[in-house]
């Protein structure tokens, strides 16, 4: 790709960029929310018109592709917001568009056999253990990636982006990931990587292309570079580590909220009880599907629970739904926020005015005026605080960049002024400058008196915010760090010990 | 932000000018083409008054249908609910039962019938498609054991009197249809309450999760759809003069095809009155055009439906072009 120009009314997302890819390399591109890495990457699969300049594919010079351009030029993408058909088995969601066929008389009808016997094949090699006729459906979302990397091989590309694949992933499904993208490396597959995590990027990247505000700052070997090198050129600065106060002590200070034996009917919330207290950060560590979320979504009233009781500066607080919690002073910023949290059809203005606004309503959040005024004011807070990168409030959600659009929703929550506010991965695709805000924001509403409440895969993540950690597995807190005390490997072991293998072991006879 | 970010944000791209004026446009195409084709017929005093009060009904249940699309729904029950709110009225009315009283017993029947559809969709959980499907045969056959089969009429003079009254042109039909449009603009702009109907549409789960009492919602979207069909009944009594058992039959195509050509997306979150008012007028030039260039009632159809089509396929073309 030369000189790549794209302009979008009142932005330039791109000014000039030059990117190359080769076979058999992972060339990771890398830059703050907003840079422009997914519209350089939209280019190349067709989704975008660049404004100006070129792009050759194996010698093929191109001014602007359309989607089967892209396509049949090898290339696949495997978006963030995967888009695998839920309503179809894996074997059809992978060969969708090219079925093989088999003659049967007259007619072709779609060869089932061979199509699963292919999607064995494929399904091996991505190292997914499922049978292809099941529906995507039932599938995790680690799962559903998997499928995603299948289907660029069964349309046999030579070029696979991944855009932000491992957001969503645990440590040991990116592990697993890892692996695929190693082996397909080998194959001679040239692959392009987009991450905030700078740890997985030492980890998998052969070369990175940092871009900052749409222009290119540079491409280098990733063995040349360090994490802070990286950080200096996309940032512009360095950036610090830790976010506790130190010798915070909080045995003695006012219990804030608190829960009381929370279980759910569906079994992935067993007896579970928990103090907060005030200026303290509690953090939710554990393995995808040990039930964090689920104890946040039933604690919030979004999912039902079976028994349990939620008390918030020691008054007893129904929170049945996410109206009653809302008003009760409850907030949660969801994990699968596209789904639970993001209106597309609205601006960045009403998405983040929601909140406040059914939160100072009665009956149901129907009754009351709008005020235009109110709406700009909080808006404009947030986009502040939160350092949303935007021309205009007035702009819709879905034309900024991923991570601004996780910002909008954070704010959105933040805005509703909640006293206790439960952050389920707080930072999902934010840019390590902002994440670092962001930990300092979570920590300002913790000195203020709030409770913050954190569920994060990354460990990280949890022991440079959380004064206290605790572990889930299997929908109960199995142990609780202070920060002093935890680790990486403790946390680890905590999440996955014996116990839960030896249940396994005994199902399996 | 750069300076020449600031400048681009005050010129409108094609696709924002498109979005804004895009209706307005062709509707005055179509006057403007009438106004060609049959000049001395188009330049008449009662061309506007004729074309307003037959684009009435059809604005008015246009407005509620809007509702159902909003959330991305729909109401396929409103023609038979204007036909059995119309009924009830007109069987009031000759029982001996004051007009206005009437009126509002009828409008109260449309939103008693709206809320029966609101129920039904909030407890089965299924699509507003299949219900008000069932419903729309529910209601007409109740419409026709209730009037045994037949036409009622014969109303008060003080009705029939007030419904034909036109204040410079514009005849009380229409007076009432914008009377229902500026309210239900004020509602969906200015009011929490429109505001939420908004969000339930673009997303029924972050609308859950951001407090909104989705079923709540859902159910007075049914209540005003049914109130405005109720309205629209009134307003078809006044102008036919007699209430049908199978009156307003169909007219759900042409208050989804006003909504839908008023920028309506049928995916829900996306619209406005304004456009749905546009949309029902562009529908009534339409049948005004047909009928001044005598086209057969038969062929109206087809154009009408290719009509429909062409211009909400060249609303998605340009939104489409415009977004790569
Ligand atoms: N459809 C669009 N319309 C208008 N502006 C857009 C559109 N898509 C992207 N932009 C703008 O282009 C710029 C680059 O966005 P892009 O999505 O490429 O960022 P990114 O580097 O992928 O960031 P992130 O890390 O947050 O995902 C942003 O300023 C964004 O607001
Ligand atoms: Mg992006």
Known sequence: MKNVVKKFPGVTALSGITFDILAGEVHVLLGENGAGKSTLMKILSGVHKPTSGTINLGGKEFTGLTPKDSRDNGISVIYQELSVINELSIQENLFVGHLPTKKLGFINTVDYAQMKEHTKELLEKVGLNRDPETFVENLSISEKQQVEIAKALAADSKILIMDEPTTSLTSSEVAHLFKVVRQLKKEGKGIVFISHKLGEIMEIGDRVTVLKDGTYVGTKNVSDVTQDDLVTMMVGRQISGSYQHENADFNKAEVIFEVKNLTRRDGKVKNVSFKLRRGEILGFSGLVGSGRSEMMNSIFGAQPRESGEIYIYGQKADCLTPYQSIKNGLAMVTENRRETGFFHNFNIKKNISV????????????????????????????????????????????????GNQQKVILGKWLAADSQIIIFDEPTKGIDVGSKGEIYTLMRKLADEGKGVLVVSSELPELLAVCDTISVFREGEIVATFDRKDATEEKLVAASTAEKGKEKKRDSRK | MTAENKVKQNTLSFKQIWQRYGTLGILALLLVILAVLKPTYFFQSSTVTQILSQSSVNILIALGEFFAILIAGIDLSVGSVVALSGMFMAKLMVSGTTPVLAVLLGIFMGAMLGFLNGILVNSTGLHPFIITLGTQAIFRGVTLIISDSSAVFGFPAGFTKFMAQRIFYVPVAALIAFAVALVLAFLTKK?????????????????????????LHMLIVFIISGICAGIAGVVLLGRVGSAEPAAATGFETYAIAAAIIGGTSFFGGKGKIFGVVMGGLIIGVINFGMNLLSVSSTLQQVVMGALIIGSVTLDRFVAAENRR
């Open chain 2, 191 to 215: 009011t929490k309450l429109g505001r939420n109907i908004y969000a339930l549409g673009g997303n029924k789960e972050s609308a859950w999760y951001s407090g909104i009492n989705v079923k």
């Open chain 1, 355 to 402: 909140l406040p606004f059914i939160k100072k309503s009665s009956g149901g959040g129907t009754v009351g005026l709008i005020s235009a005024e109110q709406e700009e004011k909080w808006a404009d807070e947030q986009k502040q605080r939160l350092n949303i990168k935007c021309y205009s409030t007035a702009q819709g959600i879905t034309e900024l960049s991923g």
